[in-house]
C-alpha cells in the first residue's frame, strides 16, 4: 500500500511539473484533472499529497475561500529543504513566503513564535548554507532582512536604480543626469546648417548675446511654439540605454525620476503635461556647464551659467556672516569692517 | 505703511546724504514717535522754531514730510513720509530710464522736477536749465551731481537759488547757438506717459489721514446715511474708495494720448530710423546713427506738435514725480531682462513692445498696498493687446523670422528658403533703403509679421518663461500679462541667485523641491530631490541656520520624543522675503555708512578737491598722485552706489513690485 502511494505520488509530481508552471497555485480538483489518481479516489489522493508534502515537493498553501492548494518545489529544492531542521524549514518558509521584498527578523519571529536563541540559530545556519542572504532596505537602513539567496531585492529595497549597495550614487547620478540634459538639448533646439550661417548672422542683435553665439560657432535657434518634435521619456529612455553608461537597463520610472529632478534644477521643462521635455539651454551652453566651477568661484569676467548675480550677492555686506551683529560703533561695524578692502581690491583692482 | 528699523535707518541716512543733518534729525524725530504736534516736535527734536520751520517747509516741498491740519482741535500733526525718503535713492534710475525713453531733454526735465519735489510749470519755465536743448558744459554736469551732498544749508527753501547761478555762468557762451528747447511737449510727454502727475491736497497727508477723511466724507453723505447694515458698510467702503481715488488722482496722461500712445513715442515711427525699442542701457547703438538721431530727434519733435501741442500746458500747474507709474515701467525693464536671459534678443523685443503697450495702461504695480501672502494671491492680468497693434509699434526692421528654428527639420532647408523670398531678396540686400515703408503697407506683409509676432510671444508664453498669455477673442488674439504671477517669479528668482551664491546649486534643487511639493520629511526630499543623505543634511542645515528653510515638529505622541515624531521641512517664501528685504536694507544702510566712512578718512582730500577754485579745474590745481587718488576714490565711490542701487533692484522686487 504504501509502495503504491509513493508510485502513485511520484507520478502526480511529474505530471504536475509536466502540466503546471513552477509558481502555479493549484487545487484538489487541478490534481485529480490530472487522471493520476485511480478512479478519484479522494482518499488515495489525500495520501498522496500528504506524502508529497513530507518529501517537501509540494508545499502547502491556503488558496482563496480557505480551501487547501500546493505549489510544486523543484526536486533541488526539495533536497535542500528535505535537510533542514523543522525550525529552520519554519523560518525558511516564512522568508520563502516574502518573495523578492524580504522579511524583518522580528516579523520572522512573530510569524513563527520560535524563541529568539533559536532564531538566530536558524537564521545562522541557512545563511552559512547559503540558502538565504540579508539584504539592506533603503527605507530601514536600521533594519535586518533576509531573504532567499536565489532573488535579486525588488527596487523598494534598494531604493531603485540609483543606489549602490543602500547608498545614492551621486556621481552615477551626475553622470546621467549630463547625458540626458545634453541629449535633450540637441533635439530641443535648432542647430543652423553651415550654408544657412552667412544668413544668421545678419541678424539685428540689441544685446551682447548675440556675439556668445557667434563665438561658438554653432548657432542654435528657438523652435516655435507649436513644435511637437520635444524629446518624450520613451526616448529618453532608449537613448540612455543605448549609450551603454548604466550597467543595466534602466525603467522609465527611474528615468522619470532623474528627469524630473533636472525639472527642479531648472535645465529641462515639461511641456504638454509632461509628455515632452525640453531643454532650456542649447548643447553648446550645456556643454560649457559640465566643467563649471561653484557660483561663488566664478570668475567677473567668464559668462553666467547660473541664474546671475543680484544687489545681495555683490555687495560685502551681502555675503557677510555677521551681518545680524553689525551695527556702527560696535565691535562689527561699517567702519572696522574688514570684507570692504579685499572687495575693492577684488572690483576695481587695485 | 510702518517701517522696521533697519529702514528707518536707510531713510534717515538717505535723508542725512542728499539734504544734511536737519532734515534727518526732524525725519528720525517724526519716525521715532510718529505724527507730532508742532511744539512736541520741537521738544523732541531739540531744534530753535525758526530751524523747525525752515526745515518742515522744505520738507513738505519734498513731500518728505506729511501735514495733517485736524478739523477738530484745530492743531497740525507732522508725519514722516518714508515712501518718499526712499524713492530718494532711485531717482539715478528713474531719470535713466526718462531719458532712454524720451531722450536727455525729458530727463533733464525729470532730474528738475525730482531736485524740486513739486513744481508749478511756470517755475520750470524761469529756469535757465531747461531753456536750451543742449546740455550744460560738461564740467557743470559733474558739480550737479555732487551738488546734493555739498550743498548743506537746507533752510534755503528755494534750492535752485544755487544752480541757477551755475547754470547761468555755465552756459554764457553757448547761450547764443542754443534752441529754445520745446519745455511744454516734453512736459506734455512726460504726463501722457503718466510719469508725472498734478499735485493735489490730499498728497500732502499720509494716507491714513486721507483715508479717515475721504470715509468721513462718505459717510456724510445723503444717499449713505440712508442705508442700513450690510449694504451700508459695502456701499461706505465703496465710496469711500471713490471719493479717496478722485482726491489723490493727479493722472494728466487723459487727452494727452494719441491713438492710445503717449506723445513723445510716435517719432520713432515716423521716422523710421531704426532705432531698436530696446534703448535700455544701450546708448552705443550703431554709432554714427546714434549721434545724427540726436539731432534728428529734436528736429522731429518740433515738427511733431500738431495742433494740440502748441497749446502750452497751463503754467499755474503744480508737478510732480509719479513714483507708481514708474515703477511699473521698472518692473516692465525687469520681465524684459528675464526674457532676455533665454529667449532670442528679436523675442525679448517683441516682448518689449508688448510691455510698453501694456505700461501705457497700467497705472500702478498692484492694487493692494502690501503683496499678498503667496497662494493667497491672485492673478491679476493687465488689459490685453490686439497683436496688429505690436505689430505697427514694432521695428520695422527688426528681423523676426531668421532666429526661430523651422518647425519640422527634416525639410528644413527647402522650406526656409522657399517661405521667404521675399525677405532675402528685399531686406536682405538694401537692408536700411526707404523701400521698406512700401513693405510695410503691403498688407500681406503685415498679416505675416502678425503671424511672426504671435509665434514669438507664443514662445514665451511656454514653459520656463511663462511671460505672457493669450485670449483668442473672436476678432482675433490679444496678449496680456498677468504680473502676480511674473512678480511673483522675480521674488524666487531673487531668492534663488542668493542661495545659489550661499549654498550652491544643490540647496536650490531642494529648495525648489520644498516649494514644488509642501512639507517634506527627509526619505521623500531625497527620493524627489535624488541627494546622498549626507549632503542633503549638511544643505539643509546650513539653509535652516541662514533662514531660508525651517522644521516641523509632528509628534505621534503625546510626549514627544525625538524618536516617535516627524520632522517636516518647509520653506516659506513669504517670511523668506521680508527677512531678506530686511537684510537689504541693512545691507544699503551699511554700504552707504562705509561711504560715510570713507569720506571721513579722506576728508582733508577732498575739501581740497571741493574747493571752488579747484573743482572743475582738477587738472590744473592738483598733483599727479593726487589726481590719482581723486580717481581712486571716484571709482570707490562710484562702485559703493552701484552697489545700493544694486540692493535697490532687490528691494523693488521684493516690496514694490
Same mark, same amino acid.
Given at each position: 500500500?504504501?509502495?503504491?502511494?509513493?508510485?502513485?505520488?511520484?507520478?502526480?509530481?511529474?505530471?504536475?511539473?509536466?502540466? /503546471?508552471?513552477?509558481?502555479?497555485?493549484?487545487?484538489?480538483?487541478?490534481?485529480?484533472?490530472?487522471?493520476?489518481?485511480?478512479?478519484?479516489?479522494?482518499?488515495?489522493?489525500?495520501?498522496?499529497?500528504?506524502?508529497?508534502?513530507?518529501?517537501?515537493?509540494?508545499?502547502?498553501?491556503?488558496?482563496?475561500?480557505?480551501?487547501?492548494?500546493?505549489?510544486?518545489?523543484?526536486?533541488?529544492?526539495?533536497?535542500?529543504? $528535505?535537510?533542514?531542521?523543522?525550525?529552520?524549514?519554519?523560518?525558511?518558509?516564512?522568508?520563502?513566503?516574502?518573495?523578492?521584498?524580504?522579511?524583518?527578523?522580528?516579523?520572522?519571529?512573530?510569524?513563527?513564535?520560535?524563541?529568539?536563541?533559536?532564531?538566530?540559530?536558524?537564521?545562522?545556519?541557512?545563511?552559512?548554507?547559503?540558502?538565504?542572504?540579508?539584504?539592506?532596505?533603503?527605507?530601514?537602513?536600521?533594519?535586518?532582512?533576509?531573504?532567499?539567496?536565489?532573488?535579486?531585492?525588488?527596487?523598494?529595497?534598494?531604493?531603485?536604480?540609483?543606489?549602490?549597495?543602500?547608498?545614492?550614487?551621486?556621481?552615477?547620478?551626475?553622470?546621467?543626469?549630463?547625458?540626458?540634459? /545634453?541629449?535633450?538639448?540637441?533635439?530641443?533646439?535648432?542647430?543652423?546648417?553651415?550654408?544657412?550661417?552667412?544668413?544668421?548672422?545678419?541678424?539685428?542683435?540689441?544685446?551682447?548675446?548675440?556675439?556668445?553665439?557667434?563665438?561658438?560657432?554653432?548657432?542654435?535657434?528657438?523652435?516655435?511654439?507649436?513644435?511637437?518634435?520635444? &524629446?518624450?521619456?520613451?526616448?529618453?529612455?532608449?537613448?540612455?540605454?543605448?549609450?551603454?553608461?548604466?550597467?543595466?537597463?534602466?525603467?522609465?520610472?527611474?528615468?522619470?525620476?532623474?528627469?524630473?529632478?533636472?525639472?527642479?534644477?531648472?535645465?529641462?521643462?515639461?511641456?504638454?503635461?509632461?509628455?515632452?521635455?525640453?531643454?532650456?539651454?542649447?548643447?553648446?551652453?550645456?556643454?560649457?556647464?559640465?566643467?563649471?566651477?561653484?557660483?561663488?568661484?566664478?570668475?567677473?569676467?567668464?559668462?553666467?551659467?547660473?541664474?546671475?548675480?543680484?544687489?545681495?550677492?555683490?555687495?560685502?555686506?551681502?555675503?557677510?556672516?555677521?551681518?545680524?551683529?553689525?551695527?556702527?560703533?560696535?565691535?562689527?561695524?561699517?567702519?572696522?569692517?574688514?570684507?570692504?578692502?579685499?572687495?575693492?581690491? #577684488?572690483?576695481?583692482?587695485? | 505703511?510702518?517701517?522696521?528699523?533697519?529702514?528707518?535707518?536707510?531713510?534717515?541716512?538717505?535723508?542725512?546724504?542728499?539734504?544734511?543733518?536737519?532734515?534727518?534729525?526732524? /525725519?528720525?524725530?517724526?519716525?521715532?514717535?510718529?505724527?507730532?504736534?508742532?511744539?512736541?516736535?520741537?521738544?523732541?527734536?531739540?531744534?530753535?522754531?525758526?530751524?523747525?520751520?525752515?526745515?518742515?517747509?522744505?520738507?513738505?516741498?519734498?513731500?518728505?514730510?506729511?501735514?495733517?491740519?485736524?478739523?477738530?482741535?484745530?492743531?497740525?500733526?507732522?508725519?514722516?513720509?518714508?515712501?518718499?525718503?526712499?524713492?530718494?535713492?532711485?531717482?539715478?534710475?528713474?531719470?535713466?530710464?526718462?531719458?532712454?525713453?524720451?531722450?536727455?531733454?525729458?530727463?533733464?526735465?525729470?532730474?528738475?522736477?525730482?531736485?524740486?519735489?513739486?513744481?508749478?510749470? #511756470?517755475?520750470?519755465?524761469?529756469?535757465?536749465?531747461?531753456?536750451?536743448?543742449?546740455? &550744460?558744459?560738461?564740467?557743470?554736469?559733474?558739480?550737479?551731481?555732487?551738488?546734493?551732498?555739498?550743498?548743506?544749508?537746507?533752510?534755503?527753501?528755494?534750492?535752485?537759488?544755487?544752480?541757477?547761478?551755475?547754470?547761468?555762468?555755465?552756459?554764457?557762451? %553757448?547761450?547764443?547757438?542754443?534752441?529754445?528747447?520745446?519745455?511744454?511737449?516734453?512736459?506734455?510727454?512726460?504726463?501722457?506717459?503718466?510719469?508725472?502727475?498734478?499735485?493735489?491736497?490730499?498728497?500732502? $497727508?499720509?494716507?491714513? !489721514?486721507?483715508?479717515?477723511?475721504?470715509?468721513?466724507?462718505?459717510?456724510?453723505?445723503?444717499?449713505?446715511?440712508?442705508?442700513?447694515?450690510?449694504?451700508?458698510?459695502?456701499?461706505?467702503?465703496?465710496?469711500?474708495?471713490?471719493?479717496?481715488?478722485?482726491?489723490?488722482?493727479?493722472?494728466?496722461?487723459?487727452?494727452?494720448?494719441?491713438?492710445?500712445?503717449?506723445?513723445?513715442?510716435?517719432?520713432?515711427?515716423?521716422?523710421?530710423?531704426?532705432?531698436?525699442?530696446?534703448?535700455?542701457?544701450?546708448?552705443?547703438?550703431?554709432?554714427?546713427?546714434?549721434?545724427?538721431?540726436?539731432?534728428?530727434?529734436?528736429?522731429?519733435?518740433?515738427?511733431?506738435?500738431?495742433?494740440?501741442?502748441?497749446?502750452?500746458?497751463?503754467?499755474?500747474?503744480?508737478?510732480?514725480?509719479?513714483?507708481?507709474?514708474?515703477?511699473?515701467?521698472?518692473?516692465?525693464?525687469?520681465?524684459?531682462?528675464?526674457?532676455?536671459?533665454?529667449?532670442?534678443?528679436?523675442?525679448?523685443?517683441?516682448?518689449?513692445?508688448?510691455?510698453?503697450?501694456?505700461?501705457?495702461?497700467?497705472?500702478?504695480?498692484?492694487?493692494?498696498?502690501?503683496?499678498?501672502?503667496?497662494?493667497?494671491?491672485?492673478?491679476?492680468?493687465?488689459?490685453?493687446?490686439?497683436?496688429?497693434?505690436?505689430?505697427?509699434?514694432?521695428?520695422?526692421?527688426?528681423?523676426?523670422?531668421?532666429?526661430?528654428?523651422?518647425?519640422?527639420?527634416?525639410?528644413?532647408?527647402?522650406?526656409?528658403?522657399?517661405?521667404?523670398?521675399?525677405?532675402?531678396?528685399?531686406?536682405?540686400?538694401?537692408?536700411?533703403? !526707404?523701400?521698406?515703408?512700401?513693405?510695410?503697407?503691403?498688407?500681406?506683409?503685415?498679416?505675416?509679421?502678425?503671424?511672426?509676432?504671435? $509665434?514669438?510671444?507664443?514662445?514665451?508664453?511656454?514653459?520656463?518663461?511663462?511671460?505672457?498669455?493669450?485670449?483668442?477673442?473672436?476678432?482675433?488674439?490679444?496678449?496680456?500679462?498677468?504680473?502676480?504671477?511674473?512678480?511673483?517669479?522675480?521674488?524666487?528668482?531673487?531668492?534663488?541667485?542668493?542661495?545659489?551664491?550661499?549654498?550652491?546649486?544643490?540647496?536650490?534643487?531642494?529648495?525648489?523641491?520644498?516649494?514644488?511639493?509642501?512639507?517634506?520629511?527627509?526619505?521623500?526630499?531625497?527620493?524627489?530631490?535624488?541627494?546622498?543623505?549626507?549632503?542633503?543634511?549638511?544643505?539643509?542645515?546650513?539653509?535652516?541656520?541662514?533662514? /531660508?528653510?525651517?522644521?516641523?515638529?509632528?509628534?505621534?505622541?503625546?510626549?514627544?520624543?525625538?524618536?516617535?515624531?516627524?520632522?517636516?521641512?518647509?520653506?516659506?517664501?513669504?517670511?523668506?522675503?521680508?527677512?531678506?528685504?530686511?537684510?537689504?536694507?541693512?545691507?544699503?544702510?551699511?554700504?552707504?555708512?562705509?561711504?560715510?566712512? %570713507?569720506?571721513?578718512?579722506?576728508?582733508?582730500?577732498?575739501?581740497?578737491?571741493?574747493?571752488?577754485?579747484?573743482?572743475?579745474?582738477?587738472?590744473?590745481?592738483?598733483?599727479?598722485?593726487?589726481?590719482?587718488?581723486?580717481?581712486?576714490?571716484?571709482?570707490?565711490?562710484?562702485?559703493?552706489?552701484?552697489?545700493?542701487?544694486?540692493?535697490?533692484?532687490?528691494?523693488?522686487?521684493?516690496?514694490?513690485?
Amino acid at each position: 500500500m504504501a509502495s503504491r502511494v509513493t508510485e502513485i505520488a511520484s507520478r502526480l509530481y511529474d505530471a504536475c511539473l509536466e502540466r /503546471f508552471e513552477a509558481d502555479h497555485l493549484f487545487y484538489q480538483q487541478d490534481l485529480l484533472a490530472l487522471d493520476v489518481i485511480p478512479k478519484g479516489e479522494i482518499d488515495l489522493l489525500l495520501k498522496c499529497a500528504q506524502s508529497l508534502v513530507d518529501q517537501k515537493l509540494f508545499r502547502l498553501l491556503q488558496g482563496s475561500n480557505n480551501r487547501l492548494a500546493w505549489k510544486i518545489i523543484s526536486r533541488d529544492d526539495a533536497e535542500k529543504l $528535505q535537510s533542514l531542521s523543522p525550525d529552520e524549514s519554519l523560518v525558511y518558509n516564512v522568508i520563502h513566503s516574502s518573495g523578492r521584498s524580504g522579511v524583518w527578523v522580528r516579523n520572522i519571529q512573530s510569524r513563527t513564535n520560535l524563541h529568539k536563541s533559536i532564531l538566530d540559530r536558524c537564521v545562522k545556519s541557512l545563511e552559512s548554507k547559503n540558502y538565504i542572504k540579508s539584504v539592506h532596505n533603503v527605507k530601514y537602513p536600521t533594519r535586518k532582512m533576509y531573504m532567499l539567496a536565489g532573488l535579486a531585492p525588488s527596487e523598494d529595497i534598494t531604493g531603485g536604480a540609483w543606489f549602490t549597495d543602500g547608498v545614492l550614487d551621486s556621481t552615477f547620478i551626475n553622470t546621467l543626469a549630463g547625458l540626458i540634459e /545634453f541629449k535633450v538639448s540637441t533635439q530641443s533646439w535648432y542647430e543652423v546648417p553651415t550654408a544657412d550661417r552667412g544668413r544668421s548672422k545678419r541678424i539685428k542683435t540689441a544685446t551682447g548675446m548675440a556675439e556668445v553665439k557667434s563665438e561658438s560657432e554653432k548657432t542654435f535657434l528657438p523652435y516655435p511654439a507649436n513644435y511637437s518634435g520635444y &524629446p518624450t521619456i520613451e526616448w529618453i529612455t532608449t537613448e540612455v540605454n543605448k549609450s551603454g553608461v548604466t550597467p543595466v537597463r534602466l525603467g522609465e520610472d527611474s528615468v522619470i525620476q532623474l528627469v524630473q529632478m533636472l525639472c527642479f534644477d531648472k535645465k529641462l521643462v515639461s511641456l504638454n503635461n509632461g509628455i515632452n521635455y525640453k531643454a532650456v539651454k542649447n548643447p553648446v551652453v550645456v556643454k560649457a556647464g559640465f566643467n563649471r566651477k561653484p557660483a561663488a568661484e566664478e570668475e567677473a569676467g567668464s559668462p553666467i551659467l547660473g541664474l546671475g548675480k543680484n544687489g545681495m550677492t555683490e555687495a560685502p555686506c551681502g555675503s557677510c556672516p555677521n551681518i545680524r551683529l553689525c551695527s556702527p560703533g560696535a565691535a562689527i561695524s561699517p567702519e572696522t569692517c574688514e570684507y570692504f578692502d579685499p572687495w575693492y581690491e #577684488k572690483v576695481l583692482g587695485f | 505703511m510702518t517701517m522696521s528699523q533697519y529702514a528707518a535707518e536707510l531713510c534717515a541716512l538717505l535723508i542725512e546724504d542728499q539734504f544734511g543733518d536737519l532734515f534727518a534729525r526732524i /525725519f528720525t524725530t517724526l519716525q521715532r514717535y510718529e505724527r507730532l504736534p508742532l511744539p512736541r516736535l520741537k521738544f523732541y527734536s531739540r531744534l530753535t522754531e525758526r530751524q523747525l520751520h525752515h526745515g518742515l517747509a522744505a520738507m513738505i516741498q519734498h513731500h518728505l514730510v506729511f501735514h495733517f491740519t485736524s478739523l477738530e482741535d484745530g492743531n497740525t500733526y507732522y508725519a514722516a513720509n518714508p515712501q518718499a525718503a526712499y524713492y530718494l535713492i532711485r531717482s539715478g534710475k528713474i531719470i535713466h530710464l526718462v531719458e532712454s525713453r524720451l531722450g536727455e531733454y525729458a530727463a533733464r526735465v525729470m532730474e528738475t522736477i525730482l531736485y524740486l519735489g513739486h513744481v508749478p510749470i #511756470k517755475h520750470l519755465e524761469t529756469l535757465p536749465d531747461l531753456r536750451y536743448l543742449a546740455p &550744460p558744459a560738461a564740467a557743470n554736469g559733474v558739480v550737479k551731481e555732487e551738488e546734493p551732498g555739498e550743498e548743506q544749508e537746507p533752510q534755503e527753501l528755494d534750492m535752485e537759488a544755487g544752480k541757477e547761478t551755475n547754470g547761468a555762468n555755465g552756459d554764457h557762451a %553757448e547761450e547764443v547757438l542754443q534752441k529754445p528747447a520745446p519745455l511744454h511737449s516734453t512736459l506734455k510727454a512726460l504726463a501722457s506717459h503718466g510719469y508725472i502727475i498734478r499735485v493735489k491736497d490730499a498728497h500732502f $497727508q499720509s494716507p491714513e !489721514d486721507n483715508y479717515i477723511e475721504a470715509h468721513k466724507a462718505a459717510s456724510n453723505r445723503s444717499d449713505i446715511k440712508m442705508l442700513k447694515g450690510k449694504r451700508l458698510t459695502e456701499e461706505l467702503l465703496q465710496k469711500t474708495e471713490e471719493i479717496l481715488r478722485e482726491r489723490t488722482d493727479g493722472d494728466l496722461s487723459e487727452g494727452l494720448m494719441v491713438n492710445g500712445l503717449p506723445r513723445g513715442v510716435k517719432r520713432k515711427i515716423a521716422n523710421g530710423v531704426p532705432e531698436s525699442a530696446s534703448k535700455w542701457r544701450q546708448t552705443d547703438h550703431n554709432g554714427t546713427n546714434g549721434n545724427h538721431a540726436d539731432d534728428d530727434e529734436e528736429n522731429d519733435w518740433s515738427e511733431d506738435e500738431d495742433g494740440l501741442d502748441n497749446i502750452p500746458m497751463e503754467p499755474s500747474l503744480v508737478l510732480r514725480v509719479n513714483y507708481e507709474k514708474l515703477d511699473v515701467a521698472l518692473r516692465n525693464a525687469r520681465f524684459v531682462d528675464m526674457a532676455r536671459d533665454d529667449a532670442a534678443p528679436a523675442t525679448a523685443e517683441v516682448y518689449e513692445t508688448l510691455l510698453r503697450r501694456i505700461e501705457y495702461v497700467t497705472k500702478r504695480c498692484r492694487d493692494t498696498t502690501e503683496i499678498p501672502r503667496e497662494g493667497e494671491e491672485g492673478e491679476q492680468f493687465s488689459i490685453p493687446i490686439e497683436t496688429y497693434k505690436i505689430v505697427s509699434d514694432v521695428d520695422p526692421h527688426l528681423d523676426l523670422s531668421g532666429c526661430m528654428g523651422p518647425l519640422n527639420p527634416a525639410s528644413a532647408s527647402v522650406n526656409r528658403r522657399g517661405k521667404r523670398p521675399l525677405e532675402n531678396g528685399v531686406n536682405g540686400d538694401n537692408h536700411y533703403d !526707404d523701400n521698406e515703408e512700401e513693405d510695410n503697407a503691403d498688407d500681406d506683409d503685415d498679416v505675416s509679421r502678425a503671424y511672426e509676432i504671435n $509665434q514669438h510671444l507664443q514662445l514665451l508664453e511656454q514653459a520656463p518663461h511663462n511671460l505672457a498669455s493669450h485670449v483668442r477673442l473672436s476678432d482675433g488674439i490679444k496678449w496680456r500679462v498677468g504680473f502676480r504671477g511674473l512678480a511673483r517669479k522675480l521674488r524666487h528668482l531673487e531668492l534663488e541667485r542668493l542661495v545659489e551664491m550661499r549654498y550652491g546649486d544643490v540647496a536650490l534643487r531642494v529648495l525648489r523641491v520644498l516649494h514644488a511639493k509642501g512639507k517634506l520629511d527627509e526619505k521623500r526630499l531625497q527620493e524627489i530631490s535624488l541627494l546622498p543623505f549626507k549632503d542633503l543634511r549638511q544643505t539643509l542645515a546650513s539653509m535652516q541656520a541662514g533662514g /531660508f528653510v525651517d522644521l516641523q515638529e509632528v509628534p505621534k505622541d503625546a510626549q514627544r520624543q525625538p524618536s516617535k515624531t516627524i520632522f517636516l521641512w518647509y520653506f516659506d517664501p513669504d517670511r523668506v522675503c521680508s527677512s531678506v528685504l530686511e537684510d537689504t536694507y541693512k545691507a544699503m544702510s551699511r554700504t552707504l555708512q562705509r561711504i560715510k566712512f %570713507e569720506r571721513n578718512l579722506r576728508r582733508d582730500f577732498l575739501d581740497k578737491t571741493e574747493r571752488s577754485d579747484v573743482k572743475g579745474n582738477e587738472e590744473r590745481w592738483l598733483s599727479e598722485g593726487e589726481l590719482e587718488q581723486l580717481q581712486r576714490w571716484r571709482n570707490m565711490e562710484a562702485i559703493l552706489l552701484g552697489v545700493v542701487s544694486r540692493l535697490d533692484d532687490m528691494v523693488a522686487v521684493f516690496r514694490d513690485f
